[in-house]
């Protein structure tokens, strides 16, 4: 089981709802530019997943 891990990052929406991953949390995740991520969402949590 895999457990969420609390980055102490915390951002608000842009004017567009959009939102910037810090590059350090990216770069734990394994994710890179051009890579593709999954949405999920469950209640008031989302979860992005790296596209395999």
Do not use: C, Q, W
Not at 4 to 19: A, F, P, Y
Not at 40 to 45: A, H, P, Q, R, V
């Amino acid at each position: 089981m895999r457990y969420l891990k609390r980055t102490g990052i915390i951002i608000e929406l842009d004017d567009n709802g959009g939102i910037t991953i810090p590059h350090e949390v990216l770069k734990e995740a394994g994710i890179e530019y051009n890579d593709s991520v999954e949405m999920f969402s469950k209640g008031e949590n989302i979860h992005l997943v790296k596209e395999k």
